[in-house]
Nanobody, 118 residues
Framework: EVQLVESGGGLAQPGGSLRLSCAAS????????MSWIRQAPGKGLEWVST????????VYADSVKGRITISADNAKDTLYLQMNSLKSEDTAVYYC???????????WGQGAQVIVSS
């Protein structure tokens, strides 16, 4: 059974930092493409970043480029999202998701709430 469990959300001040984690199980994490997707209050889903584990390539949305870093520890089957220079517009529920070519996002975590406020 595939499971994705996020942790590390919380409250941060503008300009601060947070690191989200996503513990994966039930599939070969090291060969997978994994993404972070967020949903701000009252808004739709917004793709944030993807890590292609096989190649270690990463891509980012323009809105977070330079402030957010996606990474993975294949030994721990864990995906991370390091968020720096946080802005109020980063407030959202952050989901990690498994991406499969031709199928899209096939598995999602339960989400981690991030609130950026002074």
């Amino acid at each position: 059974e595939v499971q994705l469990v996020e942790s590390g959300g919380g409250l941060a001040q503008p300009g601060g930092s947070l690191r989200l984690s996503c513990a994966a199980s039930g599939f070969t994490f090291s060969n997978s493409a994994m993404s972070w997707i967020r949903q701000a209050p009252g808004k739709g889903l917004e793709w944030v970043s993807t890590l292609y584990s096989a190649s270690a390539n990463t891509v980012y949305a323009d809105s977070v480029k330079g402030r957010i870093t996606i990474s993975a520890d294949n030994a721990k089957d864990t995906l991370y999202l390091q968020m720096n220079s946080l802005k109020s517009e980063d407030t959202a529920v952050y989901y990690c998701a498994k991406y499969e070519y031709g199928l899209g996002y096939t598995y999602w975590g339960q989400g981690a709430q991030v609130i950026v406020s002074s």
